[in-house]
């Protein structure tokens, strides 16, 4: 047996700290799994192993330093390595082919053999299968349910979470390829597309309506009917509102990551009678206040 | 390869029951679920072993366990194709001529 300081390359003086990180640097790099062929490099890993026991319990490390005990130290019950396991059939179900699966896309015997064994994994996982799905704006907001047809013809029933936003991927569980063995079925990922509504222009997460309104409803005010995403509301327009007037409509916007929506701007646009109504011509001219106003007064120098 | 009750698996890879099913749900372990039973196999006690050896040993974390599978998983798949390709060589090996 060595001197179990010497196994870890520590002075007898180090602190428990500093044998723990001398023991955790060596056991990274000697551990049996992550050296599945090296059969001398284990013998050093349970000398590490066994110095540690030793020197990282703090009572053991002074009675051994008392020389009460010798180096042997109570050797660590045998642990099951798992590259023992992983060669067997059974691994197979763990064993990946990432890291070579490219040399198996020729035709020589070496691809065939390559294939053979990627066939051979007995419980191979199914794959993921990915899918895009373009909803309406309206329902990312309330959500709902669709049936998306597969290219074989299978069909997915999705149900969508109200408040999707677009880009999410929505995970459905065992719906991807089906796996061989224990391996079970992969998943369906299906990233959603939120298609813009053409009645709003979009701010971020913001919807702003162009909304028409008379002269009349401008100068007086008035209640009108203003379109959302998922229907209409009532909304007041003040008196007196100009074209470019914003009104907020507060979380009617697109859905937000996190479950809030953003907000609705209805922006009022003045719209006059075509042709002109010669009733109006006759007041705006007669209008002598209107003349005084200038409402650029302010934009110019 | 024999499969192991789920006590027993956990008394032996040393790790609590809602651990393993964290592992299960990273798809570290990848158990059958027979009815209610979870059934385990050696190799997943193996690997078990090896998770919670770097886990609490090594001091990796979660994102790290996930690098350091793929890539022993990668390391034993390359291995199963060599052994495969030895065993191929093998079998198409000329004999020797005798004289």
Not at chain 1, 224 to 233: F, L, N, S, W
Not at chain 2, 42 to 56: G, K, Q, S, Y
Request: hydrophobic share 35%; with cysteine; net charge negative.
């Amino acid at each position: 047996m060595k001197n179990p300081y010497e196994v870890l390359g520590v002075a007898p003086t180090a602190s428990a700290d500093e044998i723990k990180k001398a023991y955790r640097r060596l056991a990274r790099k000697l551990h049996p799994d992550l050296n599945p062929g090296d059969k001398a490099g284990e013998e050093r890993f349970k000398e590490v192993n066994t110095a540690y026991q030793l020197l990282g319990d703090a009572e053991q490390r002074r009675r051994y330093d008392a020389g009460e005990i010798d180096e042997s130290g109570a050797e660590r019950p045998q642990q099951r390595y798992y590259r023992d396991y992983a060669g067997s059939p059974q691994g197979a179900a763990y064993a990946s082919d990432a890291g070579f699966a490219d040399f198996g896309d020729g035709d020589d015997p070496f691809a065939d053999l390559l294939r053979q064994a990627a066939r051979a994994r007995a419980n191979r996982p199914g794959r993921d299968l990915h899918y895009r799905m373009p909803i309406p704006l309206a329902e990312a907001i309330t959500g709902g349910s669709r049936r998306l047809t597969l290219p074989g013809g299978d069909t997915l029933d999705v149900t969508i979470p109200a408040g999707v936003v677009d880009g999410q991927t929505l995970r459905l569980r065992g719906k991807g390829e089906p796996g061989a063995g224990k391996g079970g079925p992969g998943d369906a990922l299906i990233e959603i597309e939120v298609l813009p509504d053409p009645r709003f222009t979009r701010e971020g997460d913001d919807l702003v309506l162009d909304l028409p309104v008379s002269l009349r409803e401008a100068v007086l005010g008035g209640k009108v009917r203003a379109a959302t995403p998922t229907g209409t509301v009532e909304i007041a327009i003040p008196a007196g509102s100009s074209s470019g007037t914003r009104l907020r409509l507060k979380g009617m916007g697109a859905p937000r990551r996190g479950g809030s929506r953003g907000d609705e701007y209805v922006r009022v646009r003045i719209v006059l009678p075509k042709p002109p109504d010669p009733e109006l011509v006759k007041f705006v001219t007669d209008w002598k206040a209107g003349e005084q106003f200038d409402p650029r007064a302010e934009t110019l120098p | 390869m024999k499969t192991i009750d789920l006590q027993a698996f956990l008394a032996e890879s040393r790790i609590d029951r809602v651990t393993l099913e964290r592992w299960i749900a990273h798809r570290w372990i990848v158990a059958t679920e027979d009815g209610e039973r979870i059934a385990l196999n050696e190799v997943d006690a193996a690997r078990a072993c090896l998770i919670r050896d770097l886990t609490d040993d090594f001091g990796v974390n979660e994102e790290g366990v996930d690098v350091v599978l793929h890539l022993v998983d990668q390391l034993h798949g390359m291995r199963r194709m060599l052994a495969g390709l030895r065993a191929e060589l093998d079998a198409t090996k000329p004999r020797e001529p005798r004289d």
